[in-house]
């Protein structure tokens, strides 16, 4: 089981910037995705931005410019830096990552963190 561990959400006026981490533990074999995932009130659950293992980054449209994913490999983490934030970028974030286990090494599942609460408002 990967246990993952956010921090950093809170409440921002609009234009401001937070950064929220992530950090995985467990048994983990490996790591090939780590990402953020965002879910508005009425509205499905949307990516955000993922990194893989090799530092490829990609973004949703409406953040791009806006947000920063990294990732550190050996403390097993993942950062999204958001700056310019607006009022529609209210949501809770979830942490996703995309792991092998240390006793199931074949068997690639995603795993989610429980979620921090972002709010943009004046």
């Known amino acids: 089981q990967v246990q993952l561990v956010e921090s950093g959400g809170g409440l921002v006026q609009p234009g401001g910037s937070l950064r929220l981490s992530c950090a995985a533990s467990?048994?983990?074999?490996?790591?090939?995705?780590m990402g953020w995932y965002r879910q508005a009130p009425g509205k499905e659950r949307e990516l955000v931005a993922v990194i893989t293992s090799g530092g490829t980054e990609n973004y949703v449209d409406s953040v791009k410019g806006r947000f920063t994913i990294s990732r550190d490999n050996v403390k097993n983490t993942v950062d999204l830096q958001m700056n310019s934030l607006k009022p529609e970028d209210t949501a809770v974030y979830y942490c996703?990552?995309?792991?092998?286990?240390?006793?199931?090494?074949?068997?690639?599942?995603?795993?989610w963190g429980k979620g921090t609460l972002v709010t943009v408002s004046s």
């Open positions: 467990g048994r983990i074999f490996s790591i090939e995705v």
């Open positions: 996703n990552v995309r792991a092998r286990l240390r006793s199931v090494p074949y068997d690639n599942r995603n795993y």
